[in-house]
């Protein structure tokens, strides 16, 4: 439903005709006006109660992001925007003012806990202004009306959502970035952000996708394939390390189908990027699907075997039955993806290949998931997401024979124990291995460091190694880790060109020191 504040407003010219008086008429016509004397009743003014005013950009804010390190980076510039614009970010939603919920549409779980935050929130009377795929996909939704909504291509209009949402206004911007026609990737990269970790900038290449599949709800938000340029990406990776930042993960629905709506590819990207990598810091790829990766295998091999490119691919599998994938629509076979990782494996020693799998999709059978369970059995891989399959309300395969309940159950428990019959890391104990240190464990026990091949290596939390690129010596292996003692007097080397920015300080300002501060009061 159209707001108010929708409709056009004519200029202040255009408000005024050649029928009414000049300001020369109302001056002499003030001139003439006899005023007469009004009595007034008189009230104390103890009893006037006016409301307090409300002031936009004053209030406290929490963001809450589910889902991708797409959603993530949305939500970081969400946040970094309002913090620019005198908003205060808050980490407890009790403090809040106003809830900002950056929803993710993938799983029904996901868009639980977003409805159950939004219900909390209108529980405890704080202001609601949603964000992300949900809404963008899906804004006649009932438990969405009357919310303000800013779409997925609108996070730089962020600010001026959550000012009418403070003032009790609903406003929905939910429409397309377009230039001459052509629809962009979104939003500008050199917008304020807060990051999350201020050691790892996540950059977005593009939006949308190029495929159908049947059973996926985000292609309904992200829309198709559409990528920023190599420029744009250049430059904003050279600000990034400028703040100080020693990780860079580029993401999106599709990095492989990155350019095919430009004119150019994935692999020119890269190669203009890791040029601007300093040593030390490292550059993560993001999930590409089998189709559009094929294209670019020899070139794919050589990146991911430059030293600042972590040696890291996520390949969505999903199925490993030819039936399967043809119900879904993934637009390649079960050979095309042991292609892609039999090529990659031979010519990238030790890379690590992460994939997805979807158990119960309708229509897989007995003998369908048995070929799964023999891809898993084959390559063993070190990072598998399995995912139960739950049907997404618009998609096709919603309206598919559905695979009963208990047996979706069971084929995801058996994928499950399988995956956890095999430990990929205990053959590296006894290795040394150079780690870059980003991030603090879970139980914050120790620090999270990652290998050439973005195995997880966790090392002893001193503060001197947040940053830092160092030695470790292997000397423990879980099912999802690796634990490393530093090697003594090891070289402990930064890989960051500048202080990196603390932690929710607004990046994409300028930074100005307390001395300049002072000096600004004292000229003004």
Request: charged share 25%; hydrophobic share 35%; glycine share 6%.
């Amino acid at each position: 439903m159209a707001s108010a504040c929708d409709s056009p407003v004519d200029d202040i010219e255009d408000m005024v005709t050649s029928h009414d008086p000049t300001p020369h008429e109302r001056q002499f016509a003030r001139r003439n006006i006899v005023p007469r004397p009004r009595k007034h009743k008189l009230q104390p003014t103890a009893d006037l109660d006016f409301p307090p005013p409300v002031i936009p950009g004053t209030q406290k804010i929490w963001v809450r992001t589910w889902g991708c390190s797409h959603n993530s980076s949305d939500g970081e510039y969400m946040a970094g925007q309002l913090a620019a614009s005198g908003y205060k970010i808050t980490e407890n939603p009790a403090d809040a003012d106003l809830w900002l919920l950056n929803s993710c549409t993938v799983k029904n779980p996901a868009e639980d806990h977003f409805r159950n935050s939004i219900k909390k929130a209108q529980e405890q009377n704080k202001k609601v202004v949603v964000a992300g795929c949900v809404p963008q996909a899906q804004p006649r939704t009932d438990y969405l009306k009357e919310l303000s909504i800013i779409g997925v291509q609108q996070i730089d209009r962020v600010v001026e959502v959550v000012d009418e949402a403070i003032k009790g206004h609903s406003v929905r911007l939910l429409g397309q970035k377009k230039e001459k026609g052509k629809r962009l990737g979104g939003a500008r990269l050199d917008l304020p952000k807060i990051r999350k970790n201020p050691l790892i900038e996540i950059i977005s290449i593009n939006t949308g996708c190029l495929n159908a599949c049947t059973y996926c709800k985000t292609k309904h938000a992200r829309g198709d394939l559409a990528s920023y340029s190599i420029e744009e990406l250049v430059e904003r990776a050279r600000q990034s390390f400028q703040e100080g930042v020693c990780e860079i993960w580029l993401t999106s629905e599709d990095t492989g189908a990155y350019g095919r709506d430009i004119g150019t590819d994935l692999p020119s990207l890269l190669w203009e990027l890791v040029k601007e990598i300093p040593e030390g810091a490292m550059l993560r790829l993001g999930m590409t699907n089998p189709p559009y990766i094929l294209e670019h295998l020899e070139e794919m091999g050589r990146i991911l075997q430059h030293p600042r490119v972590y040696s890291f691919l996520h390949v969505p599998v999903q199925s490993a039955s030819d039936s399967v994938l043809m119900d879904m629509k993934r637009e390649y076979c079960c050979a095309d993806f042991r292609r892609v990782v039999d090529f990659l494996k031979e010519r990238v020693p030790g890379i690590t290949i992460a994939t997805d799998i979807i158990c119960g999709f309708p229509g897989e059978t007995d003998e369908d998931f048995e070929q799964t369970m023999e891809l898993v059995r084959q390559y063993r891989f070190p990072s598998l997401f399995i995912n139960q399959f739950y049907p997404r309300p618009g998609t096709p395969a919603a309206k598919m024979e559905q695979v009963p309940a208990h047996v979706k159950k069971q084929r995801t428990k058996e994928l499950s124990a399988l995956f956890h019959t095999y430990k990929p890391y205990d053959h590296k104990i006894g290795e040394r291995q150079r780690v870059l240190v980003t991030e603090e464990s879970f139980d914050s026990q120790h620090y999270v460091a990652h290998n050439k091949f973005y195995e997880q290596v966790l090392v002893p939390k001193k503060p001197e190694f947040k940053g830092k690129m160092i030695e470790v010596d292997i000397y423990e292996a879980g099912k999802h880790y690796m634990k490393g003692q530093p090697v003594e007097d090891a070289r402990v080397f930064t890989p960051s060109i500048a202080q990196p920015l603390q932690k929710g300080q607004v990046s994409g300002l300028p930074q100005v020191s307390l001395l300049d501060r002072l000096n600004m009061n004292i000229s003004h």
